[in-house]
């Protein structure tokens, strides 16, 4: 079979005519093309001395800067498996993805160090720790004297288009977090898809990607696209504040911004938030949740950019299903990407018509090998060449895909299923609202009906007359049975670090 390496790729591609252009723009400074591949031959040459087996996994548990894609890109060069997960990881969730993967080696940022400091020790299979961004602790080495003191590697591995490349774990929303498994070769078929067919990538173009490399928007975002045409990606180490996003889209003047839903509606509401005469985004996009229609029209309104609403997960790599240049109609998640098919079927596994909501599933290129370890969870997801995704969707008369909510967040309300994820969209449509999150409650007699968390917008004090308004305004855009009938005012909405809102935590627990 013929070999592949996908870090290869990725570099070469760039290395005759783009050496010296800037690949990427971190905190801290700017890495041509050049600079990038010499520190990944140069980690790759690293690994290579220290006899680890090929396929061997390595834990990235790094902030985003040019630490991230050295590191990664050095691992696949080298033969060996990155595992990259989120450095805002609790210990116990650390300790447990060290175990899952058997990582042979870890590489880490020192904001991470105190949650791995009292899991390390105890690790079976960890042989070496790395620390980057900051000076090493005891019984650790610097990842920048690593990097600089081994000598290039003198080739690749010898690696093939199906073997395993990388893992990114699930967000472990319905149990512990999975293992997900890519090829090289969807590394590969990756760069030809979304970024080409919908974004239209160029080497021209500056991306900035508020979703962090960790997990698989923001690796897609960050490193494969803009890498694949030799355009230029900024990282940023911090959490994605409002003020800190405006910053970077001011300062560097991205042509393309990657963010989620809570994160737009944050910039919306910011007091800093800047004219568009100093900005130089051509497009936007969204993905991890849905997209409310207000917040689309809003931003558009503002800056006359669209944003793009897409829909991907973990299994699938990236975006599958999107909205388009030109095209876009807020409210929906528009069409598949070319390349992907999609259908809709109910609780037998039967297509369902449209107009009528069903599971989606979904067929592509970019699909996973399956979990690590994990037959019966994998068996479940990936139905030969078809991928469950969990959500709920309809397709409307003009062929756009309407998102309804995760399968498990649907409510039956007076024996009729209800989109949480509707309910959320007429809420927000108020402009006394600024967030707001729905989930089932049970009332008095032991139905479930909506119940929402909401966060008001500035100026705005909850209070009985706001939750009669808002009551009301749902009522007059939906049907009757779908408006909340409790409302609790929350100052900020629990989310996961890649910005989705944590509906679990939002829950009646069950009765004793």
């Known amino acids: 079979m ?264 944050s910039l919306l509401a910011a007091p800093e938030a800047p004219e568009p005469d100093r900005l130089g985004l051509r497009l936007c996009t969204s993905a991890g949740e849905a997209l409310p229609r207000p917040i689309g029209e809003q931003w558009h309104a503002r800056y006359g950019t669209d944003i793009l609403d897409g829909i991907g997960s973990t299994e699938m790599f990236h975006i599958f299903l999107s909205n388009r240049p030109g095209e876009v109609a807020y409210g929906t998640t528009g069409r598949p990407v070319d390349g992907y098919d999609l259908r809709l079927v109910d609780e037998t596994g039967m297509a369902v018509p449209d107009g009528e909501v069903g599971e989606l599933h979904v067929k592509g290129p970019t699909s996973a090998l399956g979990y690590w370890c994990n037959r019966e969870k994998t068996q479940a997801t990936f139905l030969g060449e078809w991928t469950r995704t969990g959500d709920k969707f309809l397709r409307n008369a003009e062929g756009r895909y309407v998102y309804c909510g995760r399968s498990d967040d649907m409510l039956k309300v007076s024996g009729i299923y209800v989109s949480p994820f509707e309910v959320e969209t007429a809420l927000l449509s108020h402009e006394a609202v600024r967030e707001a999150a729905v989930v089932g409650w049970s009332d008095e007699q032991g139905l479930i009906k909506p119940k929402a968390y909401v966060v008001l917008g500035d100026g705005q004090v909850a209070s009985d007359t706001v939750e009669a308004a808002l009551k009301a305004h749902v009522k007059q855009l939906l049907a009757p049975y779908k408006y909340p009938r409790w409302i609790e005012f929350l100052e900020a909405l629990p989310k996961t670090a890649t910005g989705k809102i944590e509906r679990y935590k939002l829950r009646q627990p069950p009765a004793a």
């Open 2 to 265: 013929q070999s592949y390496n996908a870090a290869v790729d990725l570099l070469d591609r760039n290395l005759a005519r783009r050496a010296d252009k800037i690949a990427v723009i971190d905190d801290l400074g700017r890495y041509s093309y050049r600079d990038v591949a010499d520190r990944v031959d140069r980690f790759a040459g690293y690994l290579a001395g220290l006899g680890i087996a090929a396929e061997s996994r390595i834990l990235l548990c790094l902030q985003d800067s040019v630490n991230f894609p050295v590191a990664a890109l050095g691992a696949i060069k080298a033969g060996l498996v990155p595992v990259m997960v989120n450095p805002l990881l609790t210990s116990a969730d650390l300790d447990y993805m060290l175990r899952d993967s058997r990582a042979r080696l870890l590489v880490a940022s020192t904001g991470a160090w105190p949650a791995l400091a009292p899991v390390v020790a105890g690790q079976p299979h960890l042989q070496t720790i790395l620390v980057a961004d900051g000076e090493a602790p005891a019984g650790t080495l610097a990842f920048a004297d690593a990097v600089a003191g081994a000598q290039p590697i003198p080739a690749a591995a010898e690696t093939r288009a199906d073997e395993p490349c990388l893992w990114q774990y699930s967000s472990g929303t319905t149990g512990r977090p999975k293992g997900t498994v890519h090829s090289h070769a969807n590394v590969q078929r990756l760069m030809e898809l979304y970024p080409r067919q919908i974004l239209a990538l160029d080497e021209n173009d500056v991306t900035y990607s508020a979703a962090k490399l960790f997990f698989g928007y923001g690796f897609g975002n960050g490193l494969v696209f803009p890498f694949s045409v030799g355009a230029t990606t900024i990282l940023m180490a911090g959490r994605p504040t409002a003020d800190a996003v405006w910053r970077q889209l001011v300062d560097h003047r991205p042509t393309i911004f990657f963010g989620v839903p809570t994160l737009y509606a």
